[in-house]
C-alpha cells in the first residue's frame, strides 16, 4: 500500500513537470513574434517619423523663404521705386539732361546747315520760324523742370524767367534800333530773340535738369 502511494506520488510529480516545461515552451514561442513585433512597430514609427521631419523641413524652408520676402517690404519698394526713376519717360533723370543737351546741340547745327534766304521778307520769315522753335523747346524744358524741382526751386526760376523775358525783349529793341528805319530793323528784332531764347534753353538745362 505504501508503494502504490509513493508511485502515485511520483507519476503525479512527473506529470506536473511535465506540464510546466510545455507551459514555459508555448510562453517563450509566443513571446518572441512580440518582441519582433514592437522592434518592427519601433522601426515604423522611427521612419514615420524621419518622414514627417523631411518634410517639415522643405514646408519649413519655404515658409522661411515666404516670410523673409514678407518681411523685407523695403527692399520691394526700393526695388519698384528705382524701376519707377529709370522708367521715367523711358529714360533716367541723369540721361534726360544729355538727351535735352544733345537734341539743343542737333537743334543749332541745324540752324547753322539751312540754307539763308536772300530775300528780305524771307531772312524775316526764316527767323520767325527760327525764334519759335527755340521758344518752343524752351517751353518743354520749362514743363520738364516743374517736375523735377521743387516748389522753392521752381518760384525761382519763375522769377528768373519773367527777368530774362524783359532782358530778351529789351536786348532785342536795343539790337534792332542800331537800324531803325531801314529794312533790317524787324529782322534784327527777331534774330536777336531767337538767339537769345537759344542761349537760355541751355542755361536752364545745364542748371536746374537733373
Do not use: H
Not at 530778351?168 to 527777331?190: F, I, M, N, P
Amino acid at each position: 500500500m505504501q508503494k502504490k502511494q509513493k508511485f502515485l506520488m511520483l507519476l503525479f510529480t512527473v506529470t506536473l513537470f511535465v506540464l510546466a516545461a510545455c507551459g514555459n515552451s508555448t510562453d517563450k514561442s509566443s513571446a518572441k513574434p512580440n518582441k519582433q513585433s514592437s522592434i518592427q512597430t519601433a522601426d515604423d514609427s522611427k521612419g514615420d517619423s524621419l518622414e514627417k521631419s523631411a518634410s517639415v523641413g522643405v514646408d519649413t524652408t519655404n515658409q522661411n523663404d515666404q516670410e523673409n520676402a514678407s518681411n523685407n517690404p523695403s527692399t520691394n519698394s526700393n526695388d519698384r521705386g528705382s524701376q519707377k526713376a529709370t522708367n521715367l519717360g523711358g529714360k533716367t533723370s541723369e540721361s534726360m539732361k544729355d538727351d535735352y543737351l544733345k537734341k539743343l546741340n542737333e537743334m543749332e547745327e541745324s540752324d547753322k546747315n539751312v540754307e539763308a534766304k536772300t530775300i528780305m521778307a524771307e531772312m524775316e520769315e526764316q527767323e520767325a520760324e527760327r525764334y519759335k522753335a527755340w521758344d518752343e523747346e524752351l517751353n518743354k524744358i520749362y514743363s520738364v523742370l516743374r517736375e523735377q524741382l521743387s516748389t522753392e526751386q521752381m518760384e525761382q526760376v519763375r522769377i528768373e524767367q519773367q527777368n530774362w523775358i524783359e532782358y530778351r525783349d529789351e536786348s532785342a529793341k536795343k539790337a534792332s534800333l542800331k537800324y531803325k528805319g531801314g529794312s533790317t530793323e524787324s529782322l534784327e528784332y527777331v534774330a536777336t530773340q531767337a538767339s537769345l531764347t537759344r542761349e537760355r534753353c541751355y542755361e536752364l538745362v545745364a542748371k536746374y535738369m537733373k
